[in-house]
C-alpha cells in the first residue's frame, strides 16, 4: 500500500517518537510510506500554509491512505487535505486528554478540533478503550490498538551490566519515573511525594526521572537496571512506557490510568494502587525489598510491532474497501 504518514513536529528529535518507530516498522514491510511533519500547529497563517504543503504532497505521492498519527491540527488538516483519499487518525492520548503543557483555552479547542476530525476521518484508531469511549463519534470505524514495542530492543538484560554501564550504584534500589514533556499529566508533583516517602521508610533510594536527557537507546538498559517504575499521571491513553517495563520485567507500581489496569492484570510483581501518597510509596517499599523480577514479557505479545502493524494493515484495508 502507499501510505502518507502525517505526523507533528519535526522528523528529528524524541517528539513522536512512538509515531515515527510505528512508520519505520511499517516501511519494514515493504509499503510505499511517505512521511510528512506538520512544522506549525498554532498560527492561523501557519496552519494554511501546512495545509498547502499537505495537499501538494498528497497530489505528488498520490496516497492510497493518509495516516494522521495525532489528532488536534494535524488530524483535521489530514481529514480536510486527504479529500477522497481514505483517511485514518490515531489518537495517543494528550489529544483526547486535558493538559496544562498549554492553555486552558488552546486543551479545550485542541480536544474539540480531535473530536470533529474523528467524525469525518474515514477510520479511527486510538491506543485504549477509554479513549475510544470518550469520542463522539461511536461506530465500527473506530479500532483499539496500542502503539506497538519492539520487543527486540526492549527486553531483559543483565541487572549488573545495566547499572555498570549507566552509572548506577551496583546495590542502591533504583526507582523510575518518565516524566515525559508535561510534568503536569505525569503528575511530576506527586511522584516526587512518593519518593519522599520511601526514603522515610528505607533510606538510601535512588530516584530517576526520565526526562530528555535519555536517549531512546538507553531505556532499556535503563528498565533493565531499575527495580521499580513508578506511574502515577493524570491521564493518560495506552502508556507505552508500562508496555515497555513490562517487555523488560521491570516491576511497576501504578495509580489507575489509561489501560494500565487491563495491561497489569495478570503480571506478577506489578501493582495498581490508589493516587495517595502513603499507599503508592508502601506498594513501592514492598518491591524494593523484594528486588525480584516480573513476568510481564509473557503478556507482551499483543502489543509487540507485529501485532500492531497487522491489526493497523486491516485498519488501512477496511479503508480504502469502505
Not at 497530489?59 to 488536534?72: D, L, Q, R, S
Not at 548506577?168 to 518518565?178: D, I, R, W
Amino acid at each position: 500500500m502507499r501510505v502518507l504518514a502525517v505526523v507533528p513536529g519535526s522528523a528529528e528529535g524524541k517528539i513522536m517518537i512512538f509515531a515515527k518507530r510505528q512508520v519505520a516498522a511499517l516501511k519494514g514491510r515493504k509499503h510505499d510510506v511517505a512521511e510528512f511533519y506538520v512544522a506549525d500547529r498554532v498560527s492561523p497563517l501557519a496552519v494554511l500554509g501546512e495545509y498547502r504543503r499537505l495537499r501538494q504532497k498528497i497530489e505528488e505521492f498520490k496516497p492510497e491512505i493518509v495516516h494522521a498519527h495525532y489528532g488536534t491540527v494535524t488530524a483535521l488538516l489530514v481529514v480536510v487535505a486527504s479529500g477522497r483519499v481514505p483517511s485514518v487518525v490515531t489518537f495517543r492520548g494528550s489529544d483526547l486528554n486535558p493538559s496544562e503543557a498549554v492553555s486552558r483555552f488552546r486543551s479545550i479547542v485542541g480536544r474539540f478540533i480531535s473530536q470533529v476530525s474523528a467524525l469525518f476521518a474515514t477510520r479511527v484508531v486510538c491506543v485504549s478503550a477509554n479513549l475510544a469511549a470518550s469520542l463522539w463519534v461511536r461506530s465500527h470505524k473506530v479500532a483499539v490498538i496500542p502503539s506497538g514495542v519492539d520487543l527486540k530492543a526492549f527486553r531483559p538484560m543483565d541487572y549488573q551490566e545495566s547499572r555498570l554501564r549507566l552509572g548506577f550504584a551496583p546495590a542502591t534500589p533504583l526507582l523510575v519515573f518518565n516524566c515525559g514533556g508535561d510534568p503536569w499529566v505525569k503528575n511530576l508533583a506527586l511522584a516526587e511525594k512518593v519518593f519522599a516517602e520511601v526514603r522515610k521508610k528505607m533510606g538510601n533510594v535512588e530516584f530517576e526521572i526520565m526526562r530528555s536527557n535519555w536517549r531512546p537507546e538507553d531505556v532499556p538498559s535503563l528498565f533493565s537496571a531499575a527495580d521499580c517504575l513508578l506511574v502515577v499521571s493524570r491521564y493518560e491513553g495506552s502508556p507505552n512506557v508500562v508496555k515497555e517495563a513490562m517487555a523488560c520485567n521491570l516491576p511497576i507500581v501504578s495509580v489507575d490510568v489509561g489501560d494500565v489496569r487491563q495491561r497489569l492484570e495478570r503480571v506478577e510483581n506489578c501493582f495498581v494502587v490508589d493516587a495517595a501518597p502513603e499507599v503508592l510509596a508502601d506498594q513501592v517499599v514492598q518491591v524494593l525489598a523484594k528486588r525480584d523480577r516480573s513476568n510481564g514479557r509473557i503478556h507482551c505479545q499483543e502489543f509487540s510491532q507485529t501485532e500492531v502493524l497487522d491489526r493497523l494493515e486491516r485498519v488501512y484495508v477496511d479503508s480504502i474497501e469502505s
